[in-house]
């Protein structure tokens, strides 16, 4: 068909030529890092709880407490925070339970972390017992979901849902990265958590859904700017946990929703917490462990298409530019303002 065309020739200089084997090792490039080849190539340092300060924002119940016992049991210094003293006394109980060594340091504080003077001093607090006026790995946990239809919640309650979760979050940690800055401290670590319902959403989670998304894009302006200071971030994108937040949110959802993620089986707070920690071992950015994760945040999920065909060459298109795009500019730059110490 070239031949016939005319056109064997051209392609034959043009196989020849510097473009042609730049493509080829452009495209290598790029298949070993969508395989996962690039973290090899750019070794960070492994997580390892040991002998770590670790900070949960809502470590009483939930999620948060199994995962302050299971940094526990991995030899990390834990200190939970949460609003209620007696949720905090209890729990701290369970998490000595878990005890390695004589010399772990295990703290609870009572704090509603919305307010952000409060979540400072007490993260300054907590930091007095340690030889380290920082945390080394700081947990978003805290936060919570209101469902219900959109029009029967009032607009003030859309906004506490919003502050529940995205202003306990944003305040935990930006007290937490400002002492790992001060303190010039590398290797730290910040977990933020979020929910597949940040990856798409439905009926029924209106005011869940945007502050969930809104700590998925503190999240990604994050990894990317605190390469600055060698602070590693992580999102986790957990679907349904069996825990006490959980059997509340039962009771105001409506079937509607219960239908829509009938589905999902949910895990318990324990296998949850594993698999916050098996993520961050992996040292991924967006954590996900189950296939309905997997899927949604490898796709646009439910959001509608405008045109199938033109859409999936964008996918395509997308897929290929930005991890090229993201080395060079985002990551590049900033990793060479690190270099040139130029940012205070
Ligand atoms: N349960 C689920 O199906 C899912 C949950 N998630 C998210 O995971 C996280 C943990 O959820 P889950 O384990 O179910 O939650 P729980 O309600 O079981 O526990 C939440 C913890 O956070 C504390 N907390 C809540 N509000 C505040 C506050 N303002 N200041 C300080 N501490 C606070 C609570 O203690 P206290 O009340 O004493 O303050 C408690 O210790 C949340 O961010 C949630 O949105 C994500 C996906 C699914
Ligand atoms: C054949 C098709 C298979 C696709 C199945 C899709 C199932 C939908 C899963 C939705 C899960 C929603 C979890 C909500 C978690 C959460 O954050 C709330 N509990 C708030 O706390």
């Known amino acids: 068909m070239a031949a016939f065309l005319g056109l064997s020739e051209h392609y034959e200089r043009f196989s020849a030529s510097g473009i042609a084997q730049g493509s080829v090792a452009l495209l290598a490039v790029l298949i070993a890092a969508h395989l996962g080849l690039m973290p090899l190539l750019t070794r960070k340092p492994r997580f390892n709880p040991k002998d770590k300060h670790c900070y949960i924002g809502g470590g009483s119940e939930g999620l ?13 210094h834990v200190t939970i925070i949460s609003r209620s003293q007696s949720k905090l006394d209890k729990a701290l109980e369970l998490v000595k339970a878990n005890r390695q ?15 952000p003077s409060a979540a400072a001093s007490t993260l300054h607090t907590a930091c007095r017992a340690h030889t380290s006026s920082s945390p080394d790995y700081v947990f978003a946990c805290a936060g919570g979901c209101v469902p219900g239809f959109f029009t029967e919640t009032s607009a003030a309650k859309h906004w506490e849902c919003m502050e529940w979760n995205f202003r306990t979050c944003l305040n935990t940690v930006h007290e937490g990265v400002k002492a790992m800055k001060a303190d010039g401290k590398r290797g730290g670590r910040v977990v933020l958590t979020s929910s597949v319902l940040a990856l798409m959403s439905f009926a029924g989670y209106s005011t869940y859904s945007p502050s969930k998304y809104a700590i998925r894009g503190l999240a990604e302006a994050l990894r990317n700017e605190l390469q600055l200071y060698g602070i590693s971030v992580h999102l986790f994108l957990p679907a349904t946990i069996y825990s006490p937040g959980f059997e509340n949110e039962q009771r105001l959802k409506p079937e509607v929703t219960k239908k829509i993620e009938g589905p999902d089986e949910g895990k318990s707070p324990d296998a949850v917490a594993e698999e916050m920690l098996k993520g961050l071992e992996r040292n991924d950015f967006y954590i996900t462990y189950e296939p309905v994760g997997h899927m949604l945040r490898n796709s646009r999920a439910i959001t509608p298409r405008n045109n199938i065909l033109f859409d999936a060459f964008w996918s395509l298109a997308g897929t290929i530019v930005f991890p090229i795009w993201r080395v060079l500019s985002p990551d590049g730059e900033v990793r060479k303002a690190a270099r040139a110490k130029t940012v205070k």
Do not use: H, K, M, N
């Not at 948060?64 to 990390?76: D, I, T, V, Y």
């Not at 060594?101 to 307010?115: E, G, H, R």
């Open 101 to 115: 060594y004589p010399a772990q340091i295990f703290q609870a504080y009572a704090c509603d972390l919305t307010d």
């Open 64 to 76: 948060g407490l199994s995962l302050a016992c299971q940094l526990a049991e991995r030899g990390a």
